[in-house]
Nanobody
Framework: QVQLVESGGGLVQAGGSLRLSCAAS????????MAWYRQAPGKQRELVAA???????NYADSVKGRFTISRDNAKNTVYLQMNSLKPEDTAVYYC????????WGQGTQVTVSS
C-alpha cells in the first residue's frame, strides 16, 4: 500500500519561502498524477497544485505565480516550492493524487506570520 510522508513545513514571515516534500512508497507513484492540498483551521481541504506524470502542472488561482509543484520520479518524491508566502497560506499541507486515492499522510504545518 502506498504511504505518503510530507515534510518541510515551518514558521515563516510573510514574504518568505518554504519547500515542502512528499515522499511516497510503492512503485505506482511514478505513473500517477500527484497533487498538494491544504487545510486551514475550520475550512475544507483544498487542492492547490497538481502535476501529471509527464510534468504538466495546474494551480489554484490563489497560489498561481507563487507556488511551483515538481516531482522526481526516481526518488518517488513530489515538491512544492512556496514563495511570497502570505498569512492566508497558513494551513496543514498534504499530498495525494488529484482524487485522493491513497491513504492520507499526517501533513506538514505551514504557518505564515504577518
Amino acid at each position: 500500500q502506498v504511504q505518503l510522508v510530507e515534510s518541510g513545513g515551518g514558521l515563516v514571515q510573510a514574504g518568505g519561502s518554504l519547500r515542502l516534500s512528499c515522499a511516497a512508497s510503492g512503485s505506482i507513484y511514478s505513473i500517477v498524477a500527484m497533487a498538494w492540498y491544504r487545510q486551514a483551521p475550520g475550512k475544507q481541504r483544498e487542492l492547490v497544485a497538481a502535476i501529471t506524470n509527464g510534468g504538466r502542472t495546474n494551480y489554484a488561482d490563489s497560489v498561481k505565480g507563487r507556488f511551483t509543484i515538481s516531482r522526481d520520479n526516481a526518488k518517488n518524491t513530489v515538491y512544492l516550492q512556496m514563495n511570497s508566502l502570505k498569512p492566508e497560506d497558513t494551513a496543514v499541507y498534504y499530498c495525494n493524487t488529484p482524487v485522493g486515492i491513497f491513504p492520507w499522510g499526517q501533513g506538514t504545518q505551514v504557518t505564515v506570520s504577518s
